[in-house]
């Protein structure tokens, strides 16, 4: 090969190469820009979080504290309760009647608030249930008849 | 207070019924059908009457034989009682159902209860039964044994009774050999109540009629007397009406209430009732002559 022959293969590898190299360049250049983007995305998007924690941070302090004024409250109700019994009992004991004590069965009907009559009246004529329900309401049942 | 009288013939109907089942214990002696059906007066009612039942070995007849041929039914004829009362609306105003049911209660359990027990008692004559004996001015405890004796001899059927007119009732009550009993003595004496006597049931009947024929008490099985009651079908306008059945015997009675024209309330208690000769040699007659 002669030096000219040397000198145009040697021209053109290098333009080759530098085409190549171009390339590798533009390929880098490109990758540098998309990182940079998606790492600035990234970092938009972690401070947006941490905004986001700060503020439930913040509100969950807040329910927090009214839990605990609720709970005061409770307390506080609970206590005012029985001290309204204590005061009723007070007021029943200063006009000459026994305090009578709460129990469970407070929770029913008073005996003035059974209507005997209609219960009455609901069993069915003839049956055993009737008979023994007048007898044992008589007096209650006759009142309410008229 | 309601201002209303709708509900008084329910509660009175149902004081009537209480107090009439305790006026006719002995009706449990008979052999009955109690009904709250509506019938009408004349109609009849069938009732078997309780017999004694023999048992037999199977056989090639299977369960097809009739076994028990002294069960027969007597037709019982219905009659239609009732007792009215009239109250002063301002009374009943002014007093309440309490004073409709302390003034009418006890005066209609009693009519119906004597009406009752006088068709029972017509029909314990010589004509019907006439199986008796002459116990004299007073019953003892060894006539009733006697008596017994009798209703078995006729196999009269369980449960038996004894019912005697006051007279008779108090002979027993001095008869020595019960109130002397250790056991017996004691608790009649503070009750007055004999209770059961010789394997029957004993019963005072203060109206028992002597039917002039000197009856003073008789001894029966329930298979004697058919009994039979019913309600009267009672629809009258502008009256309220009630039914009171007892449970227990299935008697029943009827109360209606209203007011007249006159502006009084006028206030019914009313049933259908029927007695029948069962069978007639179940019944053995205690006469005082």
């Not at chain 2, 009732?82 to 109250?87: A, D, G, I, L, P």
């Not at chain 2, 039964?129 to 060894?142: C, E, F, H, I």
């Not at chain 2, 196999?155 to 007279?167: H, S």
């Amino acid at each position: 090969m002669t030096i000219e022959e040397q000198l145009l293969a040697a021209t053109a590898a290098v333009s080759g190469l530098t085409a190549e190299r171009d390339d590798l360049r533009s390929t880098v250049e490109k990758m540098t820009v998309g990182v940079s983007a998606e790492l600035e995305s990234l970092k938009v998007e972690a401070a947006s979080k941490d905004a986001k924690l700060a503020e439930l941070t913040a509100a969950l302090e807040v329910a927090v504290k009214e839990s605990e004024s609720l709970k005061a409250l409770v307390v506080q109700h609970e206590a005012a309760k029985v001290s309204a019994s204590k005061e009723a009992a007070k007021i029943v004991a200063s006009v000459g009647v026994s305090p009578v004590e709460l129990s469970p069965a407070d929770g029913k009907p008073s005996a003035e608030a059974v209507d005997h009559m209609a219960t009455f009246l609901s069993l069915p004529v003839g049956s055993k249930e009737r008979n023994e329900y007048f007898a044992a309401h008589k007096h209650a049942i006759i009142k309410a008849a008229i | 207070m309601a201002n209303s009288i709708a509900n008084a013939p329910a509660i009175l109907a149902e004081s009537v019924i209480a107090s009439l089942k305790g006026k006719l214990p002995a009706l449990r002696a008979f052999s009955s059908v109690f009904t709250a059906a509506e019938s009408g007066a004349g109609k009849t009612v069938q009732v078997p009457l309780i017999g004694t039942s023999t048992a037999t070995e199977f056989s090639t007849g299977g369960y097809l034989t009739q076994d028990d041929a002294t069960i027969t039914a007597a037709n019982v004829t219905l009659k239609h009682f009732k007792v009215s009362s009239r109250f002063s609306p301002l009374d009943v105003k002014m007093y309440g159902a309490q004073f409709l049911s302390n003034a009418f209660v006890p005066t209609a359990a009693n009519a119906l209860a004597e009406k009752c027990l006088a068709e029972i008692g017509a029909l314990i004559t010589n004509a019907n039964y006439s199986s008796n004996v002459d116990t004299g001015a007073a019953l003892t405890y060894a006539e009733v044994v006697t008596a017994k004796g009798v209703l078995d001899a006729a196999k009269a059927a369980e449960p038996r009774a004894f019912i005697l007119n006051p007279t008779y009732a108090n002979g027993l009550l001095s008869d020595a050999t019960i109130i002397g009993n250790s056991v017996l003595g004691a608790g009649i004496l503070t009750s007055g109540q004999i209770g059961t006597l010789a394997g029957a049931a004993v019963y005072q009947w203060n109206s028992l009629p002597t039917n002039a024929e000197n009856l003073a008490g008789f001894a029966c099985g329930a298979d004697a007397i058919a009994v039979a009651s019913a309600l009267p079908m009672s629809e009258i306008p502008g009256f309220e009406v009630a039914n009171a059945v007892d449970a227990d015997t299935g008697l029943g009675v009827q109360v209606l209430m209203g007011q007249e024209q006159s502006g009084y309330y006028n206030v019914t208690a009313t049933l259908l009732f029927g007695a029948a000769v069962g069978r007639a040699t179940s019944l053995h007659r205690l006469k005082t002559a």
